[in-house]
């Protein structure tokens, strides 16, 4: 599917994300990294008690869940969508975003946004690496294999 | 006060991928499509979001503490280790296969009730995406 350039509103869509971020570290003093925040409610399945931290991010991710509800709310439309109804491609992708952005400790949010804007180096490198891996797996998918 | 403040974080986040177009699979892997149909929108998203949180951050860091939480916890490793990099490496091509990242994911389930959006298949990434994650909780030993 062809999509427009559209650099106005992804730069205010992505300075709303920053802000997000800004917010996020005042008021809480966390990175706003999303692989991070799911990660962590993840191990607190296995918790007896809900701490603090468990219920930062199950709040944050019902704020996520909320956006698409407001938006609409206050747009009258979302945005359209395509996605791949590839069963395989779907379970296989997934189970690699969620492995390698917890063993790697953080996903486009955490070290693309949040790591490289606090300057740290293990970012700028994390960064580099999944947009080499990804311009590649692109590359090959849709001109390799795909073409 | 901490769990309201990480609501609005999370819904001003959510926001923002709606509205830069990130909750749309195709427009990533555009952006990733560089000798095809190349889209640099993402581009901007980053460098928007850089560009509120480098100096946000400067300035709220210049307090002692956040203003609900007794310290800042930010990372503080410094050295480069095989995890980092492997993991990096391993997200970067299922990012580049389908074109969704952990938040543009979440944040694209509730759109099945405004249309006729995928909601299976998103249902199916993020449930295989928290697997993977749960794969490597077990594999260091964390639970």
Known sequence: ?147 | MNILFALISGLIFGLGLIISGMANPAKVQNFLDLFGMWDPSLAFVMGGAILITAPGYWLVRKRSKPFFASAFQIPTRKDFDKKLIIGSSIFGIGWGLIGFCPGPALTAIPFALFGDYAFQETLIFVVAMLVGMLMVQKLLKLI
Do not use: W
């Open chain 1, 1 to 147: 599917m062809e999509t427009e350039f559209t650099p106005f509103i992804s730069l205010v869509g992505g300075m709303l994300i920053g802000l997000s971020a800004v917010i996020f570290m005042a008021s809480i003093g966390k990175t706003a990294g999303i692989s991070g925040i799911v990660a962590r409610f993840l191990t607190i399945t296995q918790l007896k008690e809900f701490s603090s931290n468990y219920k930062v991010s199950l709040a944050f991710i019902i704020g996520l869940l909320l956006a698409a509800p407001a938006y609409f709310y206050v747009a009258g439309d979302l945005p359209q969508q395509s996605v791949s109804s590839n069963v395989y491609l779907l379970v296989g992708a997934g189970l690699l975003v969620g492995f390698g952005s917890a063993l790697g400790s953080g996903c486009t949010s955490g070290h693309g946004v949040c790591g490289i804007s606090r300057g740290s180096k293990r970012s700028i490198a994390a960064t580099l690496t999944f947009m080499i891996t990804a311009f590649i797996t692109v590359y090959i998918s849709r001109h390799v294999i795909g073409a």
